[in-house]
């Protein structure tokens, strides 16, 4: 049983691998970890911290990658964290297409809250690691503390009070000495 209170939700694509731009990983052979990330995933789990992924996944919508085939790329990179001594406890897809307008696409929160009712940890107590404004917004509208990687997308908007880090490991550095 995970220690209440300690959970980080992951944004995947720019924040564990790198990002395919303009694109999507559709193969687990396109699947690259970004450096470091394996890293900072076992220090979240050696400091006791339950890791729960968030991802938009439009491909699925898209059609250029069935459900199958995702949850085929997220066995991969599960287990493969795990042989660092990392560990993730869910991976939570939104499937759909920006125009399907629905409520579990980022910036949109649902994600974030199927993910806590699985879990039932507080928002405000909880972590999110995200590369994007989209990312650092739908973790804003459910008030998790918001930490974002500087590499990928990151824009003017980053500014905001928001915590800018290099990498995944940076991040769960700050993590592991915030008290
Ligand atoms: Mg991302
Ligand atoms: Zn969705």
């Not at 559709?26 to 968030?54: E, H, I, M, N």
């Not at 910036?107 to 972590?127: K, M, N, S, V, W």
């Not at 905001?160 to 550095?173: S, T, V």
Request: hydrophobic share 40%; aromatic share 8%; charged share 25%.
């Amino acid at each position: 049983m995970a220690t209440p209170g300690k959970f980080v939700l992951l944004d995947r694509d720019g924040v564990i691998n790198q990002r395919i731009p303009n694109g999507y990983v559709t193969s687990w052979d396109q699947f690259v970890f970004l450096p470091r990330a394996l890293d900072g995933l076992r220090l979240l789990k050696q400091c006791g911290y339950t890791c729960l992924v968030v991802s938009n996944q439009a491909c699925v919508g898209k059609g250029l990658i069935t459900l199958e085939q995702l949850g085929e790329i997220t066995r991969h990179f599960v287990d493969e964290i795990e042989r660092h001594g990392g560990h993730i406890d869910g991976v939570y897809y939104c499937p759909h297409r920006m125009e399907d307008g629905c409520g579990c696409r980022k910036p949109e929160p649902g994600l974030l809250i199927e993910a806590q009712r699985e879990h039932a940890f507080l928002f405000e107590e909880t972590y999110l690691i995200g590369d994007t404004h989209t990312d650092c917004l739908a973790g804003e509208r459910v008030g998790c503390r918001v930490l974002l990687l500087k590499d990928g997308q990151a824009d003017g908007r980053a500014g905001l009070g928001r915590r800018i880090f290099a990498d995944l490991y940076a991040a769960a550095e700050f993590i592991a000495t915030a008290v």
